[in-house]
């Protein structure tokens, strides 16, 4: 709780949690049901959802390394959220109003993932204003665990919509009024550009860019992607799985509530652990418990231990999406911009190893051997994290001559 009160004690800080709580209700809303929407109502086939998927998540690395590089160079970080909050909400409306496949496809694939690097943009916020602060960790934490919250307290009341009959698509309508928040937020409160700590290094373009694909950053990303992608798996399997086994669609959003209700403590309880085990151990931990959950989801489909399964969900989430925000930060925390970028690269490559994973699962065996090999990667990648990060040996005493 020591980061929930020292984000509460900073105006900055209570302006990111604010806007990140507003993105997340508009993504609680929508990734439930973004694959009934698609599969189900309007009509796309698991194929063309799949490359849907992986050209969305293009789109969206595309737009968060332009978006951070623009902010450590140019140092305009507030026009370019205020830029993200509005075709974030111009995307979900495009869907709402037209509900057809084209406007879904070109939503998914082109505005919301633009919209969607406001995401690492309030990250970048945050961080800049908990720099110097020795709880930065909790801090960070703390900010994470807010994106959680909209799950707890949106899912459960549109569960009882849906229930009630009310369509799948109103979701992106209250998706399009949550960035139209999220913007007047930013507009009200986002602190100005030169009121922020400034940048220590600023690089042209092909610098900062060659800075990002490095060898070592690189291959820690792509651990990190497979590590991450199990979470961005479950909420596309979710959906066609309990429904597909007879359970309302309701349930759906009251599953995943669930899972975001319990991620909460388990993230604002990350720093302590932190401290303790290392964020190497710790990742590694949290994939193990998202892979056995991932087994688990087919299996208990229609069962009524599934809602066990919320409890492994939710320690392994907790985890592996708070931890690796602060990871990959880490790695650029002299181009707070570029940092934003890298959670977006992260987001970006896990995007890609889900779809691979969806499209190899759904083509061979169906939505149980997705979950199967969904688990694989995952475990992979949290094993990947721990060999990266392992000390390097110490070089062997050198005997002099003679000796």
């Known amino acids: 709780m020591k980061g929930v009160r020292a984000i509460l004690a900073d105006p900055v800080l209570r302006l990111a949690v604010l806007a990140l709580f507003l993105y997340g209700a508009g993504i609680a809303s929508v990734a439930p049901y973004q694959s009934l929407v698609a599969l189900g109502r309007l009509g796309l086939s698991e194929q063309a959802y799949s490359v849907v998927l992986i050209a969305g998540s293009l789109s969206a690395v595309a737009g968060a390394l332009g978006v951070g590089l623009i902010g450590d160079r140019l140092n305009r970080r507030r026009s370019v959220a205020m830029m993200s909050a509005a075709v974030w909400a111009a995307g979900a409306a495009a869907i709402w109003l037209s509900a057809t496949p084209a406007a ?19 990250f970048v916020l945050a961080r800049l204003a908990a720099a110097d602060h020795p709880l930065r960790d909790d801090i960070m934490a703390a900010v994470r665990a807010i994106f959680a919250l909209p799950f707890i307290l949106i899912l459960p009341l549109w569960s009882i919509a849906v229930a009630g009959g009310v ?4 979701v992106y309508a209250f998706c399009a009024v949550t960035g139209l928040g999220a913007l007047a937020a930013i507009a009200l409160g986002w602190p100005r550009d030169d009121s922020l700590p400034p940048v220590t290094v600023r690089t042209d373009f092909g610098s900062a860019f060659r800075a990002l694909v490095q060898g070592s950053v690189l291959a820690r990303l792509v651990a ?19 429904t597909g086994e007879g359970r309302p669609e309701a349930q759906v959003a009251l599953f995943a ?28 931990a949290g994939t193990l418990l998202h892979g056995g959950f991932l087994l688990g989801l087919p299996l208990l489909a229609a ?19 708070s931890l690796p925000i602060s990871y990959v930060q880490e790695m650029m925390a002299d ?19 889900m779809s691979g994973v969806f499209a190899l699962g759904t083509a061979l065996g169906g939505f149980g051997l997705t979950a199967v090999l969904g688990a694989a990667a995952v475990v992979a990648g949290g094993i990947a994290i721990m060999i990266l990060d392992r000390p390097a040996p110490a070089p062997a005493p050198v005997t002099p001559p003679g000796g």
């Open 257 to 284: 509530g669930l899972v975001a209700g319990f991620e909460i403590p388990v993230m604002l309880g990350v720093g302590p652990a932190l401290r303790r085990l290392g964020r190497s151990r710790l990742i590694l």
């Open 224 to 242: 990190l992607s497979f590590a991450k992608c199990s979470v961005l798996l479950y909420m596309v399997l979710l959906g066609p799985l309990l």
């Open 104 to 122: 879904f496809v070109f939503g998914h694939v082109l505005l919301l993932p633009l919209g969607g690097t406001l995401f690492g943009q309030i």
């Open 303 to 321: 069962h009524p231990a599934l809602w066990a399964l919320t409890l492994p969900a939710a320690l392994g989430a907790g985890v592996t999406l």
């Open 167 to 170: 369509s799948l698509l109103a």
């Open 335 to 353: 181009r707070p911009g570029a940092g934003g970028a890298l959670i977006a690269v992260n987001q970006f490559l896990a995007g890609v190893v």
